[in-house]
């Protein structure tokens, strides 16, 4: 079983910067692909950003730009760097690790940006 766990969000005034971190522990063999995702007040999860342990990024078009994702394979480790942040970016975050067959979840951490 692998455990994700976040830290790093918090509340910032629009226009600033927060930097997320994910660690990934447990039966770490094979995980391919880690992301962050994102779940608005009242709307579904949606995905902020992935990486491939082949460093092979996707992002949602509305971070374009301002997000980047980042991974230490040799930690299992990834990051968000969210720039540039807007109030519509308020949401918990969560991070994910997949693998052939199985994906885990992280318990979230809250993001909050104030107007």
């Known amino acids: 079983q692998v455990q994700p766990v976040e830290s790093g969000g918090g509340l910032v005034q629009a226009g600033g910067s927060l930097r997320l971190s994910c660690a990934a522990s447990?039966?770490?063999?094979?995980?391919?692909?880690m992301g962050w995702y994102r779940q608005p007040p009242g709307k579904q999860r949606e995905l902020v950003a992935s990486i491939t342990n082949g460093g092979s990024t996707t992002y949602a078009d509305s971070v374009k730009g301002r997000f980047t994702i980042s991974r230490a394979n040799a930690k299992n480790t990834v990051y968000l760097q969210m720039n540039s942040l807007k109030p519509e970016d308020t949401a918990v975050y969560s991070c994910?690790?997949?693998?052939?067959?199985?994906?885990?979840w992280g318990q979230g951490t809250q993001v909050t940006v104030s107007s």
């Open positions: 447990g039966s770490l063999f094979n995980i391919n692909t």
């Open positions: 994910n690790a997949q693998g052939p067959g199985w994906s885990y």
